[in-house]
């Protein structure tokens, strides 16, 4: 156990590691000066070299991504080079918007996905399953911007029942924030649910073939009784995996759907400052998105353990 | 229980949200500000929310781009026409209670031509000598040569007079004299304004404004069709205008602006270092059909590099009619009978992504062949705009009155004409205005006989608002969404 886990804990360092590199290399390379970019086409020689200066962009490659990683390793990320606010205010500005808008559409998804794939299954082959499997065959061929849209036109334009985009913030209440945050997040979950929903499926089914039910059964279960007690924690497992996987793609790929709708979250700042190559935000997001997809992915290590008494025992 | 809680917390949600009351104005701008300096970046967004809302110079334009006396309420000129003296509005005062005087004018002036100026436009300011305070009430500008353009250039947004006392947090909390004070920023989302009850002119008629930013055209049209705004300044989707033109609850401002839409071209490299290829260029052009099909229609044809709305314009279309013919005659006696290949590189604007594909096919017609490759804005700043390794592109220049730009050898498109460059000098040096009108003519010839790019079209200002809303600038003279006089019709 012990022994599992610090190996897990290794490889996430190693991993953090390596993409802080990479990160930097990539981002040193793209080409465009940041101070050009905000100075525009008018703008004097020795007024972009006042800039760069102002802006800290002399030092050499090594000094800079020394002090980046310092930097982060104090919780300091740096100021912005075109809003010149810290790079930590404003990530932490923005998480309260993709941050809950991850949870609420993940949260959809498990509602959705779970019952929707336990039904399927144990139905398997009836009308019940073939309905479900076929919505789910939409759910995953229709991209979730264009199905964005269709809810704008819909529940925005014509019932007007909510606005058509932007994020009014946290300050003016829950329930204001919640309700900005409904359509993106509908729009995100069920292409999202529409793969779970096959997973769990998939994986329930495989598990209802195992010998173990039949025994469940033959011991006296109803078959509701036997899914619930000894089908579900076995076919969890692939499930969660997919979960995490899941997580981390709200977090950060909701960028088409942060733009369709106007929102202000993760995406959309890393989109806004590459354009503007403010390169200390792409840098100092991309960073955090890794480590979140890291950390999500450690924590899904450890609820296989939590879930798989095996998984204990061995390591 | 459970169900109606469900249904109650719905109802809630369609109920709940900000209800706005009739004196104010949420208006949508495409880009968010960096920052809310205008002083310090070239981005037209900050200009957007600040130029006469928040910030204002010794003199401002008007909507139809004529220059007014704003902070400065009168001003005298030397007879060497080398010494402005300007006399400054009594009892102005900044947001936040100080006084407007004359040593925050020394200061803004000397702040933006300084070494350590990060002055976007620090060439407006390049002229000046000296700046002198008389009295708190008066300022006296000293500068080395005449300039014809002193009082236009100090009405641009980079001319704001700013204060000592705020200079360290104006990019977050900008501190101006204007007749809205700055409220709040929601980064990513939103700017809000207030009224400045203490202004010095006619005060605002609405109480506050919010700005919101909608980058995405699609976006900009649901929120403008869903209600959550009461006008987009700038619409980014002209091909959706057509349905708010015929929807009366809207209606649709078209003006115009400073943005000469070129096909800029690189004097230096072959083949375009020929005059008769770029002459064959710009005949291979059909002007009609570009605004047509990448602007839906909306545009002003250009044949020189200059504003069709200004007294001075001289059309010149004439000098590059659609003549593929001819085109195809000129290159043969250039010696490309046999076509050429040439790059165009296009920034991302949509007047220059689908432009460039039309252009691409005229030019094909007529045995120019071109390689397209669309950059992002910096990349375009660093190949194009600095290194100048290109042959063509599409860019709007929206500067007011930069025709001054052709005078310059190392700016990129390289076009180097002494003739040009003394007759600029010549217009600097003059404060007369009959005669001023009469060169500037005159350098709108010049470097349109000189085919030294492709003139396209004016680029248009398109508005799209609320019916009820009033008094929003059609016209764009310098990049402003002045608010001050807006007011929603009773």
Known sequence: ??????????????????????????????????????????????????????????????????????????????????????????????????????????????????????????????AGDYSIVGATQIGIAVPNFWFAMILILIFAIQLRWFSAGGFPGWQDGFWTGLKALVLPAVALALPQAAILTRVMRSSLIEVLGEDFMRTARAKGLSSGAAIWRHGLRNALIPVLTIIGLQFAFLLAGGIIIEQVFALPGLGRLVFQAISQRDLIVVESVVMLLVFAVIMTNFLVDLAYVAVDPRLRRRA | MKRFLLAASVAAFAISGPVWAADHLTIGIQLEPPHLDP?????????????????????????????????????????????????????????????????????????????????????????????????????????????????????????????????????????????????????????????????????????SATFKFISDPIAAFSAMMAGDLDAFSQFPAPENLVQFEADDRYKVLIGSTEGETILSTNNKAAPFDNVNVRKALALAINRQEIIDGAQFGYGTPIGTHFAPHHPAFVELTGNSPHDPDAARALLAEAGLADGVTVSLKLPPPSYARRGGEI???????????????????????????????????????????????????????QYDNAVFQALMGELRRTTDEEIRSQLLQQAQRIISEDYVNGFLFQLPRLTVAKREVEGLWANAPTQAVDLTGVRWAK
Request: a negative charge.
């Open chain 2, 359 to 413: 252009i691409a096919a005229q030019l094909r017609a007529v045995g120019i062949n071109t390689e397209i490759s669309n950059l992002e804005w910096a990349q375009w700043l660093e190949e194009v705009f600095r290194n100048k390794d290109y042959n063509l592109t599409i860019v709007a220049h929206t500067e007011p009155m930069d025709i001054g730009i052709y005078a310059n050898p190392d700016y990129y498109f």
């Open chain 1, 1 to 126: 156990m012990l022994g599992y886990l610090t190996k897990r804990l290794v490889s996430l360092l190693a991993s953090l590691f390596v993409a802080s590199v990479v990160i930097f290399s990539v981002v040193e390379v793209v080409p465009g000066d940041p101070a050009a970019f905000m100075l525009g086409m008018n703008a004097r020689p020795d007024t972009i070299a006042a800039l760069r200066a102002e802006l800290g962009l002399d030092g050499s490659v090594v000094e800079r991504y020394l002090a980046w990683v310092g930097g982060m390793m104090r919780g300091d990320f740096g100021i912005s080079y075109t809003y010149r606010t810290p790079v930590a205010d404003m990530i932490a500005d923005r998480l309260w918007v993709s941050l809950p808008l991850a949870l609420f559409a993940l949260t959809l998804t498990v509602v959705i996905a779970i019952p929707a794939g336990l039904f399927a299954a144990s139905r398997r082959g009836r």
């Open chain 2, 39 to 207: 002083t310090g970046a070239a981005a037209g967004a900050i200009d957007d929310v600040t130029y006469g809302n928040i910030f204002e110079g010794l003199t401002r334009f008007t909507e139809d781009g004529s220059i007014v006396p704003s902070l400065a309420e009168s001003w005298q000129i030397s007879n060497d026409g080398l010494t402005y003296t300007f006399k400054l509005r009594d009892g102005v005062q900044f947001h936040d209670g100080t006084d407007m005087n004359a040593e925050d004018v020394k200061f803004s002036l000397d702040r933006a031509r300084g070494d350590d100026s990060t002055n976007a436009q620090k060439g407006l300011f390049a002229g000046i000598a000296d700046v002198v305070v008389v009295d708190p009430l008066t300022v006296e500008v000293r500068l080395s040569e005449t300039d014809g353009n002193f009082l236009f250039n100090m009405a641009w947004g980079d001319a704001a007079i700013v204060a000592p006392e705020s200079i360290g947090t104006i990019k977050t909390n900008p501190i101006g004299t204007g007749a809205f004070k700055f409220s709040n920023w929601v980064q990513g989302d939103r700017v809000e304004l207030v009224r400045n009850d203490a202004y010095w002119g006619q005060a605002a008629a609405l109480e």
